[in-house]
């Protein structure tokens, strides 16, 4: 107790320079836990949006389908796959989508556009897919929408993007004829389609070349019966993909298939995930020297202007140990103290992001893009309680490594010297 109350009192009696070094690391520790929650967040909502434009968090489909994803390599009887792997998969899994994918060609007239056509269960589609989200459609009414409304007679309804609906010059109700080569014969496949809706997702290769219909009518055209080409995997969240993985691993070699994660599917967005997290560990590190380096500077100041102090009590009968722990508790004081206020403050920064987001088209005055994604105007803090632990505990640490030096320092003090040489 007795090297508490020294140490105790001597940061009390030097208030103003224990006052500033606390400042210091209550303004560094407070953005430093902004910060962090901003950029995990951020790279939430970005691999969100990357998973939510055609994707999945894991994408399972026939083996050597990714190196030739043509009709010929597709999952047969898609709904009947898609329960068994509903079934191993567990309750982590949001939705498991089945997706039938080809190329063709799309005609409106004269016009003539190569594209990439994606049959879709609507039903399914619509909780987990941005383009099938009624926030991307920007005329007219998405596929889910639509197949709610039958109408006798009516074609297959189908979306395109924006870009490629100016390339084709057409409009909401116009006939679109899609024309593919099926998986069996030598000719070719037409049918013609309406188009009831036309979406925005500020993705290039979505909106000028991307055509979504249900998944039925993909099918017909394409003569594959009730085959697929993927299964798509969507979780709540995304750190249960690697035990996903484990669970399926059996299943999916026994069958045939192989998996996907998001991050080998989009390399572009997952190096710009990893490139905006080395970023926010060299701001940890460059907030953590300074903190380190704040408290490591008032402990050498204060030890130094105490010799004669710290002679006095080594002359009465102290011990060594005693003024080794006091410059320690001193140095343990002042981080305590300010880790604490910062993540008070910066806890409070959080929680107003978290519920309220940040604006980054009014901060930065455009939209940001990120690995081919264009991403959501507002991000919201998300804070892992863990790596905020250890990044002060790291602090916490550091502090008692710098400070033993000149704690051993004072603890070596020849009594007589020290009062002589400061007297």
Request: with cysteine.
């Amino acid at each position: 107790m007795l090297a508490h109350r020294l140490a105790l009192r001597n940061l009390l009696r030097h208030r103003r320079r224990s006052g500033l070094t606390v400042a210091v690391i209550v303004l560094t520790m407070a953005l430093l836990t902004c910060f962090m929650g901003l950029s995990d967040g951020g790279h939430r909502a970005m691999i969100e949006v990357g998973v939510r434009m055609g994707l999945g968090h894991l994408i399972v489909g026939q083996q050597g389908y990714q190196q030739d994803p043509s009709l010929s390599r597709l999952i047969a009887d898609g709904p009947q796959a898609r329960e068994v792997l509903r079934e191993v998969a567990g309750p982590s899994v949001r939705a498991v989508v089945p997706r039938l994918r080809f190329s063709a060609m799309v005609q409106a007239g004269p016009q003539q556009v190569a594209v990439s056509v994606s049959g879709v269960d609507p039903a399914h589609e619509v909780r987990v897919s941005g383009i099938a989200d009624s926030r991307a459609i920007v005329e007219g009414q998405t596929l889910a929408a639509r197949l709610q409304q039958p109408r006798a007679g009516a074609l297959p309804p189908l979306v395109l993007g924006q870009r490629l609906a100016k390339a084709l010059d057409v409009r909401l109700g116009d006939r679109v004829t899609l024309t593919v080569k099926p998986r069996e014969g030598s000719g070719f496949a037409r049918a013609a389609f309406e188009l009831v809706g036309i979406f925005h997702t500020g993705l290039q290769e979505l909106d000028a070349f991307w055509v979504e219909l249900p998944l039925d009518a993909a099918q017909r055209l394409a003569g594959v019966g009730p085959d697929v080409s993927q299964l798509a995997f969507y979780l709540d969240d995304e750190r249960e993909l690697a035990p996903l993985q484990q669970r399926l691993g059996e299943l999916l070699k026994a069958r045939g298939w192989e998996a996907q994660r998001w991050m080998d599917a989009a390399p572009e967005l997952n190096s710009a995930v990893a490139l905006d997290a080395a970023g926010m560990a060299l701001l940890m590190v460059i907030v953590i020297v300074v903190v380190v380096a704040g408290i490591l500077n008032t402990v050498i100041m204060s030890a130094l202007k105490r010799h004669r102090e710290f002679g006095v009590m080594l002359a009465l009968g102290g011990s060594p140990g005693l003024l080794v722990r006091v410059v320690l508790l001193e140095a343990l004081y002042l981080a305590g103290a300010g880790l604490a206020l910062g993540l008070l403050l910066g806890g409070a920064a959080h929680w107003h992001f978290a519920s309220e987001g940040l604006n980054f088209r009014e901060v930065f005055g455009t939209s940001l893009e990120a690995g081919g994604v264009l991403l959501p105007e507002r991000f919201y803090s998300l804070l892992d309680p863990l790596k905020l632990g250890a990044v002060t505990a790291l602090v916490l640490l550091l502090t008692l490594a710098v400070s033993s030096y000149p704690a051993l320092r004072c603890g070596r003090l020849n009594p007589i010297q020290a009062i002589h040489d400061h007297g």
